[in-house]
């Protein structure tokens, strides 16, 4: 997984330009499909909707009316921008995790002052090639080093040099991990971010369930046409033979949970091969894709402070639908920041 781009922007006389990283082959798919498949409830980590066709559809689920999260995340930070811009602060390096296509930190770039770099960091290279290319273009003079990488395993930030180091994870991305792994993988930004680094994060809230299920069951069928697309996926890459019209897309809220559960249900018994081993599904029987937690302001201010890092501001719509937090590294992490 070759990615020509090399950009180069703003940096100190001798220092090292940021290199692509690309250490992210996304190795261990088939494995990961068939403990999945294999384990009860039939669960597969929500990392793999996005290859490149998964990646183009979230674009497009990002489009429909039902899909309240992303229009108002970018609200939020559209009214939000000097306040976001003094969080972040000037000579800053930009980490912007599970960038998709860059859109929202888009909205910041021109905003921050002597910004150092601007490093986005996601697991499907096609659209983070793009993403890349596209900022490039708008912003000529910035340096951009996207790194390629599964975050949840082991992954390096290229070095920017000195500077304040400042994570963005928008999207509502940190709701795919359970709270204890929201708790851990914050902490571990925290050691990464360094003392007094920073963190800004797209937390969706608990709601009324009709409104978190239209959101994923959205008529026009994109959601269900982004779940499926795992199928297809499964099918090419792991020798599998799931017929696509046998299972049926389905988001449900858990309200004890507080959790959407979107799900590929068989609509009937059925008998298929991956990876060499035979699955059977009896008619109702599903697969997990995908889990998307939701939070009150005051159970998420508990989990980042638990997690070590400091809330220094909370901005929340009319509605109460989503929030966007500035997070800043606690004094005592011990990390480098690297
Ligand atoms: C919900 S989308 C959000 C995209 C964008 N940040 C936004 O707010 O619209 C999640 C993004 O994170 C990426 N992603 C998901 N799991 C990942 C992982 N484990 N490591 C790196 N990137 C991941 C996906 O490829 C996708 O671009």
Redesign the pocket.
Known sequence: MNVEVMVEGRRAPGEEPPKWTDDAEVDGFVDDVMRGLRCRPREIPC?YL?DQRG?EL?NAI?EVEEYYP?RTEMALIAAQLDAIADFVGPGATLVDL????GE?TGMLLDRLEGLRAWVP????PV?LRRCARRMKRRFPKLTVAPVC????GEWQLPATGPGRRVFAF??S?IGNFSPEEARWFLRSLAEKAGPGGGLLVGVDLHKDRRILEAAYNDAAGVTAEFNKNLLRRINRECGADFRLESFVHQAVYDEEERRIEMRLRSTEEQALWCGGEQFWFDPGEFIVTEHSYKYTIEAFAALAEDAMWRVRGVWTDRRQYFSVWALEAAPEVTGTGR
Do not use: H, L, R
């Open positions: 990392k996005y990646s979230f990002c992303t599970g960038a998709g296509n929202k960091v996601d697991i499907s659209e990488a599964d975050y949840t928008p999207g991305t």
